[in-house]
Protein backbone atom coordinates (compact mmCIF):
# COMPACT_ATOMS: atom_id res chain seq x y z
CA UNK A 1 0.00 0.00 0.00
CA UNK A 2 1.38 3.47 -1.04
CA UNK A 3 1.17 5.60 1.83
CA UNK A 4 -1.47 8.22 2.40
CA UNK A 5 -2.62 11.15 3.87
CA UNK A 6 -6.14 11.89 5.13
CA UNK A 7 -7.20 15.49 6.61
CA UNK A 8 -10.15 15.64 9.26
CA UNK A 9 -11.77 18.64 8.97
CA UNK A 10 -14.70 20.97 9.99
CA UNK A 11 -16.21 24.35 9.04
CA UNK A 12 -16.67 25.22 13.13
CA UNK A 13 -15.29 23.87 16.15
CA UNK A 14 -17.00 21.87 18.29
CA UNK A 15 -17.76 19.31 16.14
CA UNK A 16 -15.96 15.67 17.40
CA UNK A 17 -13.12 16.50 14.86
CA UNK A 18 -10.18 15.50 17.13
CA UNK A 19 -12.20 12.95 18.72
CA UNK A 20 -12.84 11.32 14.92
CA UNK A 21 -9.04 11.77 14.42
CA UNK A 22 -8.16 9.96 17.06
CA UNK A 23 -10.56 7.43 16.73
CA UNK A 24 -9.26 6.63 13.34
CA UNK A 25 -6.14 6.81 14.17
CA UNK A 26 -6.40 3.55 16.95
CA UNK A 27 -8.64 1.63 14.64
CA UNK A 28 -6.26 1.65 12.08
CA UNK A 29 -3.46 1.39 13.75
CA UNK A 30 -5.31 -1.35 15.73
CA UNK A 31 -5.37 -3.19 11.90
CA UNK A 32 -0.78 -2.90 12.12
CA UNK A 33 -0.57 -0.02 10.25
CA UNK A 34 2.40 2.68 10.88
CA UNK A 35 0.05 5.63 11.85
CA UNK A 36 1.19 9.25 12.22
CA UNK A 37 -1.37 11.98 13.63
CA UNK A 38 -0.57 15.87 13.22
CA UNK A 39 -1.77 18.17 14.92
CA UNK A 40 -2.22 21.26 12.74
CA UNK A 41 -4.95 23.38 14.57
CA UNK A 42 -1.94 25.59 16.23
CA UNK A 43 -4.01 28.46 17.89
CA UNK A 44 -5.86 26.21 19.83
CA UNK A 45 -4.46 22.58 19.86
CA UNK A 46 -5.76 19.63 21.75
CA UNK A 47 -5.73 16.22 20.86
CA UNK A 48 -2.73 15.46 22.71
CA UNK A 49 -5.36 15.27 25.40
CA UNK A 50 -7.01 12.32 23.95
CA UNK A 51 -3.77 10.68 23.62
CA UNK A 52 -2.39 10.97 27.35
CA UNK A 53 0.53 13.35 26.54
CA UNK A 54 0.85 15.57 29.09
CA UNK A 55 2.67 19.32 27.92
CA UNK A 56 5.12 18.57 30.27
CA UNK A 57 5.83 15.50 28.31
CA UNK A 58 6.05 17.26 24.64
CA UNK A 59 9.90 18.27 24.38
CA UNK A 60 9.47 19.19 20.45
CA UNK A 61 6.45 20.36 18.82
CA UNK A 62 5.21 21.29 15.84
CA UNK A 63 5.51 24.69 16.40
CA UNK A 64 9.20 24.34 16.56
CA UNK A 65 9.46 22.83 12.88
CA UNK A 66 7.99 25.56 12.06
CA UNK A 67 10.60 27.98 13.70
CA UNK A 68 13.45 26.15 12.84
CA UNK A 69 14.17 24.37 15.70
CA UNK A 70 14.36 20.86 14.87
CA UNK A 71 13.42 18.42 12.25
CA UNK A 72 9.96 17.39 12.04
CA UNK A 73 10.72 14.00 13.10
CA UNK A 74 12.25 15.03 16.42
CA UNK A 75 8.71 16.45 17.27
CA UNK A 76 6.97 12.86 16.37
CA UNK A 77 5.81 11.11 20.28
CA UNK A 78 5.58 7.29 20.10
CA UNK A 79 2.40 7.02 21.39
CA UNK A 80 1.07 3.31 21.44
CA UNK A 81 2.81 2.26 24.75
CA UNK A 82 0.40 5.22 26.29
CA UNK A 83 -3.07 3.85 24.81
CA UNK A 84 -3.68 1.45 27.58
CA UNK A 85 -4.72 -1.75 25.72
CA UNK A 86 -2.21 -3.52 22.98
CA UNK A 87 -2.32 -2.63 19.20
CA UNK A 88 -0.60 -4.40 16.53
CA UNK A 89 0.65 -0.90 15.20
CA UNK A 90 1.96 2.41 15.90
CA UNK A 91 0.90 5.63 16.64
CA UNK A 92 3.05 8.68 16.60
CA UNK A 93 1.57 11.98 17.54
CA UNK A 94 2.80 15.11 16.13
CA UNK A 95 1.08 17.66 18.86
CA UNK A 96 1.05 21.87 18.87
CA UNK A 97 2.45 23.67 21.81
CA UNK A 98 -0.02 24.24 24.46
CA UNK A 99 2.14 27.19 25.56
CA UNK A 100 0.52 30.74 25.75
CA UNK A 101 3.26 32.71 24.50
CA UNK A 102 3.67 30.60 21.67
CA UNK A 103 0.33 30.31 20.67
CA UNK A 104 0.41 34.03 20.62
CA UNK A 105 3.30 33.98 18.23
CA UNK A 106 1.55 32.27 15.73
CA UNK A 107 -1.34 34.47 15.92
CA UNK A 108 0.79 37.16 15.55
CA UNK A 109 3.63 35.86 13.10
CA UNK A 110 1.90 32.76 11.33
CA UNK A 111 4.52 30.89 9.84
CA UNK A 112 5.59 29.12 6.73
CA UNK A 113 2.95 27.05 5.29
CA UNK A 114 5.10 25.64 2.37
CA UNK A 115 7.41 24.33 5.06
CA UNK A 116 4.49 22.70 7.02
CA UNK A 117 3.72 21.08 3.44
CA UNK A 118 7.52 19.55 3.50
CA UNK A 119 7.04 18.38 6.84
CA UNK A 120 3.72 16.24 5.92
CA UNK A 121 6.07 14.31 3.35
CA UNK A 122 9.09 13.81 5.39
CA UNK A 123 6.90 12.86 8.17
CA UNK A 124 5.56 9.82 5.66
CA UNK A 125 9.29 9.16 4.79
CA UNK A 126 11.47 9.76 7.88
CA UNK A 127 8.76 7.75 10.21
CA UNK A 128 8.25 4.88 7.38
CA UNK A 129 4.21 5.85 8.02
CA UNK A 130 1.64 3.89 6.19
CA UNK A 131 -1.27 6.81 7.25
CA UNK A 132 -0.81 10.71 7.79
CA UNK A 133 -4.11 11.97 9.26
CA UNK A 134 -3.64 15.83 9.77
CA UNK A 135 -6.54 17.10 12.62
CA UNK A 136 -6.90 20.56 10.83
CA UNK A 137 -7.63 24.33 12.17
CA UNK A 138 -11.66 24.83 11.47
CA UNK A 139 -12.67 26.91 8.77
CA UNK A 140 -11.23 27.93 5.84
CA UNK A 141 -7.46 29.54 6.17
CA UNK A 142 -4.14 29.02 3.99
CA UNK A 143 -3.22 26.00 6.09
CA UNK A 144 -6.59 24.30 5.57
CA UNK A 145 -6.47 24.78 1.61
CA UNK A 146 -3.07 23.32 1.68
CA UNK A 147 -3.88 19.75 3.82
CA UNK A 148 -7.20 19.55 1.67
CA UNK A 149 -5.16 20.06 -1.40
CA UNK A 150 -2.61 17.31 -0.85
CA UNK A 151 -5.03 14.81 0.57
CA UNK A 152 -5.47 11.35 -0.61
CA UNK A 153 -8.91 11.43 1.42
CA UNK A 154 -10.75 13.84 3.36
CA UNK A 155 -13.28 13.46 6.34
CA UNK A 156 -15.76 16.42 6.80
CA UNK A 157 -17.22 16.16 10.00
CA UNK A 158 -20.43 18.27 11.07
CA UNK A 159 -23.48 18.23 13.29
CA UNK A 160 -26.93 18.39 11.96
CA UNK A 161 -27.94 21.70 12.65
CA UNK A 162 -28.38 24.66 10.54
CA UNK A 163 -24.83 26.26 11.36
CA UNK A 164 -23.10 23.34 9.90
CA UNK A 165 -25.16 22.95 7.30
CA UNK A 166 -24.20 26.34 5.29
CA UNK A 167 -20.67 25.85 6.87
CA UNK A 168 -20.33 22.31 5.05
CA UNK A 169 -21.24 23.57 2.10
CA UNK A 170 -18.38 26.13 1.77
CA UNK A 171 -16.21 23.22 2.91
CA UNK A 172 -17.32 20.93 0.04
CA UNK A 173 -17.09 23.40 -2.82
CA UNK A 174 -13.82 24.34 -2.27
CA UNK A 175 -12.56 20.53 -1.79
CA UNK A 176 -13.99 19.67 -4.88
CA UNK A 177 -12.16 22.69 -6.83
CA UNK A 178 -9.57 21.40 -5.45
CA UNK A 179 -9.96 17.73 -6.89
CA UNK A 180 -9.94 15.65 -3.62
CA UNK A 181 -9.86 11.67 -4.50
CA UNK A 182 -12.03 10.68 -1.61
CA UNK A 183 -14.13 13.14 0.28
CA UNK A 184 -16.66 11.81 2.98
CA UNK A 185 -18.86 13.21 5.42
CA UNK A 186 -19.60 11.92 8.77
CA UNK A 187 -22.74 13.59 10.68
CA UNK A 188 -22.09 13.85 14.46
CA UNK A 189 -23.63 14.38 17.31
CA UNK A 190 -27.08 13.26 15.70
CA UNK A 191 -30.11 13.25 18.41
CA UNK A 192 -31.26 9.36 18.60
CA UNK A 193 -35.02 10.81 18.06
CA UNK A 194 -33.48 11.85 14.04
CA UNK A 195 -34.26 9.82 11.07
CA UNK A 196 -30.77 8.82 10.20
CA UNK A 197 -31.62 7.21 6.79
CA UNK A 198 -33.48 10.03 6.15
CA UNK A 199 -30.36 12.56 7.16
CA UNK A 200 -28.38 10.43 4.99
CA UNK A 201 -30.50 11.18 2.06
CA UNK A 202 -30.91 14.92 2.62
CA UNK A 203 -27.42 15.16 2.77
CA UNK A 204 -25.98 13.31 -0.29
CA UNK A 205 -28.54 14.79 -2.33
CA UNK A 206 -27.49 18.44 -0.59
CA UNK A 207 -24.26 18.19 -1.31
CA UNK A 208 -23.43 15.27 -3.93
CA UNK A 209 -21.51 13.44 -1.37
CA UNK A 210 -21.28 9.83 0.31
CA UNK A 211 -22.04 10.52 4.13
CA UNK A 212 -19.44 7.70 5.71
CA UNK A 213 -21.35 7.69 9.09
CA UNK A 214 -24.06 8.92 10.92
CA UNK A 215 -22.72 9.32 14.71
CA UNK A 216 -25.27 9.58 17.59
CA UNK A 217 -25.47 11.57 20.82
CA UNK A 218 -23.60 9.19 22.92
CA UNK A 219 -23.54 9.14 26.47
CA UNK A 220 -20.32 6.92 27.13
CA UNK A 221 -18.38 9.52 24.87
CA UNK A 222 -19.69 12.36 27.17
CA UNK A 223 -18.70 10.49 30.51
CA UNK A 224 -15.28 9.83 28.78
CA UNK A 225 -14.61 13.33 28.78
CA UNK A 226 -11.53 13.13 26.19
CA UNK A 227 -9.87 11.30 29.33
CA UNK A 228 -8.88 8.21 26.26
CA UNK A 229 -9.95 7.34 22.76
CA UNK A 230 -13.42 5.77 22.45
CA UNK A 231 -12.83 3.41 19.84
CA UNK A 232 -10.29 0.85 22.42
CA UNK A 233 -12.46 2.41 25.60
CA UNK A 234 -15.54 0.92 24.06
CA UNK A 235 -14.58 -1.23 20.84
CA UNK A 236 -17.85 -3.17 20.21
CA UNK A 237 -20.05 0.18 21.11
CA UNK A 238 -22.16 0.87 17.84
CA UNK A 239 -20.25 4.45 17.48
CA UNK A 240 -17.16 2.67 17.07
CA UNK A 241 -18.61 0.21 14.73
CA UNK A 242 -19.73 2.80 12.32
CA UNK A 243 -16.13 4.86 12.59
CA UNK A 244 -14.74 1.57 11.41
CA UNK A 245 -16.91 2.07 8.89
CA UNK A 246 -15.24 5.07 7.83
CA UNK A 247 -11.85 4.02 8.20
CA UNK A 248 -12.60 1.32 5.82
CA UNK A 249 -14.21 3.59 3.31
CA UNK A 250 -10.96 5.78 3.23
CA UNK A 251 -8.59 2.74 2.89
CA UNK A 252 -10.42 1.73 -0.24
CA UNK A 253 -9.49 3.84 -2.79
Given amino acids: MDPRIISIHSFRGGTGKSNTTANLAAILASQGLRIGVIDTDIQSPGIHVLFGLEPEEMGHTLNDYLWGKCEIAETAHEMTDKLGVSISGQIFLIPSSIKAGEIARVLREGYDVG ?7 E ?24 SVAISDG ?23 KLNVPNMQLMVNKAPESFDFDQIKRDMEVAYNCNVAAILP ?15 LHYPDHPLTQKVKNVAKVLMAS
Wanted: aromatic content about 2%.
Fill in 115 to 121: LLNDGFH
Fill in 123 to 146: LLEDLDLDVLIIDTHPGINEETLL
Fill in 154 to 176: LVIVMRPDQQDIQGTAVTVDVAR
Fill in 217 to 231: HSDEMMILAGKGIFA
